[in-house]
């Protein structure tokens, strides 16, 4: 038997409540690690936390393809790990996997079926990386470019990412400079975040929010207007990106981080005159799932992991340690705590 320690939900913060720590609870189990054919036995690496997490805290997610957490059992996410025991053809003891249906704890047994091996060399070494630049963030935000961002090099476009300075944004907008943005300009919640943005990672500005008009900095920084929108936060800060946007401009609808803690539908309803401005200038809005892009996936990996390696694209991490803190890391990542992905390590 294993001393196993794990995370449940205790509790949840309610439709239109603020998540806090005390939703979760870490225990002890014993769990035998007597294997079946097919599976293995994993010692967590890293997990990760992210903002659609929010809505599996609710009874209902309002998403079909996403089930809620239940209470009082162990919740899951992405997460990489080593194997440690096998049963299954396919792995072998030391490989790296990884999974979207990850538990939060320190060991588990899991079908091998449910696991893909990761090559270290992929993510140069660095495989919190699999949860972030080069794992679903990452897709995300090459393939929202890619499918949705309309991008062309050599037209003098401008991109303003929100939540510029997370895990999703802090690529998206690298992205846009490589694929031939003129202009790219994140988004974020403060005055060191947008240094980060500019001497790190190459945009052209960073507006902080916090700061108060951003209708006004929006014009400064954006001089000839903004063709590409890669919105993560939705609220007020899109309605103002959105009424700066130029005729045939492109929208690409990721996320809407500050309305997760309301009980709204999803995406969630537009001002009448933000739905004015889009009609009026035939600016594409269309929701953007990186689920229905699988097809994709494996080369994206491998583009964003060339990047990665050649130094194009630049990793932004949080990185707390203790599978205790995970509540605290998910709750900070939901308020802004995090530069670039927020990633817990678990174990060497």
Known sequence: ?????????????????????????????????????????????FLSVDPYMRCRMNDDTGADYLLPWRLDECVDGGGVGVVEASKNKALSVGNIVTSFNWHWQTYDVMDGSLLQKVDPEMVDGHLSYVLGAVGMPGLT??????????????????????????????????????????????????????????????????????????????????PRGIDVYFDNVGGPISDAVISQMNPGGHVILCGQISQYNKDVPYPPPLSE???DALRRNNITRERFVVLNYLEKHEEGLMQLGHWVKMSQIKVLETVVTGIENMGEAFCSMMTGGNVGKQVVKISD
Do not use: W
Not at 6 to 22: E, M, Q, W
Not at 199 to 212: H, P, Q, S
């Open 273 to 275: 005159h933000t739905q």
């Open 141 to 222: 935000a090459l393939l929202g470019v890619r499918e949705k961002g309309h991008v062309t090099a050599g037209t003098h476009q401008t991109m303003v990412i929100s939540g510029a300075a997370g895990a999703c944004g802090s690529v998206a907008g690298q992205i846009g400079r490589l694929d031939g943005c003129e202009r790219v300009v994140g988004i974020c919640g403060s005055d060191q975040k947008c240094q980060t943005l500019v001497t790190e990672l190459g945009f052209t500005a960073g507006i902080n929010y916090r700061n108060g008009d951003i209708s006004s900095a929006l014009r400064e920084q954006c």
């Open 1 to 45: 038997m294993l001393n196993v320690k794990r995370v449940v939900l205790r509790s949840r913060p309610g439709k239109n409540g603020h998540p806090i720590p005390d939703n979760f609870r870490v225990e002890e189990i014993m769990k035998s690690h007597e294997l079946k054919e097919g599976q293995v036995l994993v010692r967590t690496l």
